[in-house]
């Protein structure tokens, strides 16, 4: 079984969020003596391309309306990824600094032609194209529709949606960008009066995923306007947990953290990581410390965090340290705390990989009061830490972490994303690290749960076999 995962982003190629890191390690574990599973994804201009050397594999002309660009299919010379890779050069549109812009349009249609012409070449056709969200949305279309594109009909297609919010929406003032297709079946590219490459997915693609089960539930009832269309086709749609890659995040030994751990060494170890963080951070090291790493958006409830750090911080009790960007206004405020309450308080903005692994190693909690989290990546890494999560019951945090009141309980979990909500959650955390005994079995116990992605890259490969 050749299987081919199509994604605008892939750890540790090019990551913005949790995208990258699912497609960069689903592959690894759905790969067996039979199975297959590679990556195809753009080639942007990136740290990674300049470290690393790569071969052409396949040269064309794509044509995007009336325009024709030069397209190549990169491979990577000395690849120790785990899984094979391939990459979509379109030098003029997709070989870029950045993987989104607020115009992407072209752009990302631009990868899924490049991705479908080639496919066209191979003789040996995949047994399976698997989309991951809207960016690869119109890949399910294309092959169903499209003209040129008929020889790929058969091609079972999964799509995974990782995020619901985003759907890639364009007009149809510009639909003879879409390589030509049967007029009468442009129904299935429309939702609301425009393109939308997500909802084209939902409807063309053999089956939908999403990231968490409880997420797909949600989104039934509330899918920024698709409600009705996953209603519609829930036949063909399941959620699947997402799992982690317990190779790259692995306390034990992950290179970035100051001072590797495991369970049995595991006060030591998070000791160390927090002295350093302090240190960095001018923050009370002998404090509760409860962080954020992840996008400062509306989704993740980041938008609360000025007030409620404000009346969680005047009581001096805890410090809070913050990794994040997105809303500038937030990024703003967030910034501005920090006269306030030296010593308790902290915040970096930007995107920093090794300080996130740091971060999850040395705080003692992770704080996740997200409105919307499809599955949630970040509670997962925080539990192999020892990091105790503080999470909003929804999606993926539903799905992973139980109350510590609830029997077999390890993680705080709060109903509403609410100033209220959040204090009286930090509060609880801080009486459990009060409660020193209590806090170290916990500790110790979260390190112990399996969140790999043994169970689920088989669920996905059960449902690739029922295409067949
Ligand atoms: P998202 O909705 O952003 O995809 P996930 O929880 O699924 O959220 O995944 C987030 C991933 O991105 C995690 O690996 C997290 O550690 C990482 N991440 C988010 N923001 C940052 C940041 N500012 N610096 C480093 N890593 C980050």
Redo the contacts with the bound molecule.
Sequence with gaps: MKIYHVSAECYPIA?????A?VVGSLPKYQKSSTIVSQVVMPFYNNDFRRNNKFSVLHESKITIGDSDFECRILTLKNNNLGFDLFLVDVPKLLFKDFVYSNNDTIRFLAFQIGFLDWMLTQNEKPSIIHCHDHHTGLIPFMMTQSYKYQSLKNIPTVLTI??AQYQGWFSHDIINVIPEFNFAKVGLLDWGGVINPLAAAIKCAWRVTTVSPSYMEELKIKANGLENLLNHESKKCVGILNGIDTEVWNPENDSYIVKNYKSSTIQSGKKTNKKWLCKHFNLDEKKPMVAF???LVG??GSDLFPVSFRNILKEKSCTILL???GHKEIEDELKALKPNFIREYNVFI????K??HII?AGADFLLMPSRV??????QM?SLRYGTVPIVRNVGGLKDTITDIDQIGGFGICHERTTVQQIVDAVGRSIKLFNDDPKFKKIRKKIMSIDHSWSASANEYIKLYKSLK
């Design positions: 990551k913005v969020g949790g995208l890191d990782h995020n790493i992840g996008r989704e993740k990794l994040g960007s930007g995107y920093d990989e300080l996130s999850y989290e499809p599955c949630g990546l970040n890494y």
